[in-house]
């Protein structure tokens, strides 16, 4: 015998109605939440990284202004070799018709060099010694164009650029990530940012000074000192670290 289920129909009285939001596909579900999301991405990235940064500077801030401003300067250096100095080439090396080019592959072959040597280099002295050595040498390097007209001055220079650049950037990467390792990854993007603050002033800087007659002579000059300033700074990096090394043993 077939038994028949009681009120197997529903009265429309009795019927519910579904939210809309229920009736929706799940593509349009999903496209309102990622629209929801990007409306809140913004402010809420913006707190996140305020609070993240201030909890990364805590008892550190000096050491990371210290070193963060060093880096704007290194850039600043970095980046007026680097624009003008092949054109600095093909300007005084008339006769090679590839001078820009050359100048770069020298440039190019030298920085492979740079973190061997001055990795082993660090692993003696320590990475903030070496990070100053590194850049009294690109300062002496980036004078080279000024004391010596032809090859010399130039090839010197994109020699030193090759082999210290690198070396610069890795040590100071290494350097600022060890203030606060738990925040690591912060005080890389911030050194990051800091490095290309110095590389975006560094070419108007330079075509400023050279005025009309494309003279870089002032632009290289003005980046050695940024170097030599950028060293002091490094130096009292090294010492603000040893006193809260020092501190935190005592």
Known sequence: YAIRPQNSTLSSSKVCKLPTSQLKSPKQQAAELDHNNQRLSVP????NFKRSL???AAGHSKAIALLSASYVL???GYITSATFLPVMATQRLTAQSYAGLLIWLVVGIFAMLSNPIWGALAKRIGESKTLMGLTLLQAFGMCLP???DGAVGLYGNAVILGLTFVGMVSMTLNLIKNINPAY?????????LAYAIGQFIGPLVTV???GKQDNFNAGLLVAASGLLLG??????FQRQTQRQSQSSFN
Do not use: C, P
């Open 44 to 47: 809420q990235a913006y707190r």
């Open 54 to 56: 201030y909890e990364a």
């Open 74 to 76: 290194a850039g600043f």
């Open 146 to 148: 000024l004391w010596f």
């Open 184 to 192: 690591s990854n912060l005080l890389i993007g911030l050194a990051t």
């Open 208 to 210: 400023a000074l050279a």
């Open 231 to 236: 060293l002091v700074l490094v130096f009292f």
